[in-house]
């Protein structure tokens, strides 16, 4: 089993800078690959960025790239989202997911292969 709890959400104007975390306890760290998802007030859950066991690679939404960064110490067990530049509609709630796999690309498919745990989410709100 594999536990992970997200934190550092919160209400932030348009423009700020937020950074979650998410914490893993559990079986081992590095044998997973790690993603940020989110899920808006009625609409699905979308992918935001994944990276890899190692932290070598990484892959982004169009949505973010250029503006979200992740990245992990797998020295701490931790997972974490950098968000830049912060628009409204990056309001949401932020989840985090592992994929017993080192490659990034298998949480990017995870509507394809699943993901093997989920966090219980930390809210984000960016206001105009």
């Known amino acids: 089993q594999v536990q992970l709890v997200e934190s550092g959400g919160g209400l932030v104007q348009a423009g700020d800078s937020l950074r979650l975390s998410c914490a893993a306890s559990g079986r081992t760290f590095t044998s997973y690959a790690m993603g940020w998802f989110r899920q808006a007030q009625g609409k699905e859950r979308e992918f935001v960025a994944a990276i890899s066991s190692s932290g070598a690679s990484t892959y982004y939404a169009d949505s973010v790239k250029g503006r979200f960064t992740v990245s992990r110490d797998n020295a701490k067990n931790t997972l974490y989202l950098q968000m830049n530049s912060l628009k409204p509609e990056d309001t949401a709630v932020y989840y985090c997911?592992?994929?017993?796999?080192?490659?990034?690309?298998?949480?990017?498919?995870?509507?394809?292969?699943?993901?093997?745990?989920w966090g219980k989410g930390t809210l984000v709100t960016v206001s105009s």
């Open positions: 997911a592992a994929k017993s796999a080192s490659t990034a690309l298998a949480v990017v498919l995870w509507k394809r292969n699943g993901l093997d745990y």
